[in-house]
């Protein structure tokens, strides 16, 4: 008893002792420590998809450029924070740092959803930068409570189907996965489309609860999904709008040297992941052919007119619609016009 009470008390000495060490010689006190500053990112999909590539690349650049005064811990997977409640959740706090789809929530990202319109963006590195500068014009409300620190998009979506489509009948009732506006595109074509976050759709490509998707074609590479989906149908139609938001207190507790690292990063990040998602396009493609023997179809030009052609009325009544929420609509697409040219 006596042997142990002596030994409690001389750990609990140096203990102490360690302490007075560490606090004296301002390990403790300076901000400037290695990984002071602890910032927590939440992601939904799985880690070797493209958000959370870029959300690696994103946290090895912060924390090189500010001398390893910023440390972020990464949650890919839905591991922190799901695809539904990504917002809120940064907004509150369970995260400092989160990724977004806005397609997953179309009625509160009116604006920058604008941009998944069938307005003819070619890919990636376009729709990022026009994202980017449309959020840059007109700053919407619905990011008034977070900070952005980068845009982008995937790459136009394509049909992703275990049966050929080959034409507009091929489509009839054919039930596809699809979210946010481009379930409308699905259902002007004839298709049956089910909404649901991207991460779900493995489990539903496999029970057969759906029959394939619409998006882009990455995913047939890092979802495996061309282990099911054999056929790719080529309708480069519309893109999904992503944002990386951080909690508004959060940034504000930031040192400035620090903020002005991430949003000296915010353009360069964004361009880098519109890149590297176009380069990611081409090998998921190669990569099908070669390993799952997937085949590409392409439309005719008289086809293509007529897939096309039943889509004119999704912009118009955006149009209307936002115009009803009072945002200068006609303006905005006009705006993203300009900037895919
Ligand atoms: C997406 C979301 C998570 C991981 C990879 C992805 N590729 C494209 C998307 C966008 C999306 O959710 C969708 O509905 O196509």
Redesign the pocket.
Known sequence: MIKRAILKQAMGSAILGLFFMVTCSGVFLSPAMAGAIKLNYAN???AP????VQMERWKVEVEKRTGDQVQINTFPGGTLLG?KGMMDGVMAGQADIGNI?M??QPGRFVVTNATSLPLGIKNAKTGSMALLKLYERYKPKAFKDVVVLAMFT??P?NVMSKVPVNCLADMKGLDL????G?AQILKAWGANPVGM???A?VEALQKGTVKG????L??MK??KFAENCKYVTMTETVI?P?AVIMNKGKWDSLPEDVQKVMMDLKKEQSLWTGTY?DDLIKRAIAWSKESNNVEFISLSDDEKAQWDGKLDFITQNWIKGATNKGLPAEEIIKDIKTYIQ
């Open positions: 939904f999909p799985p998809t493209f958000p959370c695809a789809c397609a997953y995937n790459a979506g996965r699809a979210s946010g481009a976050p991207m991460p759709t998707l619409f998006s882009s990455e995913v890092d979802f999904y992503f998602m």
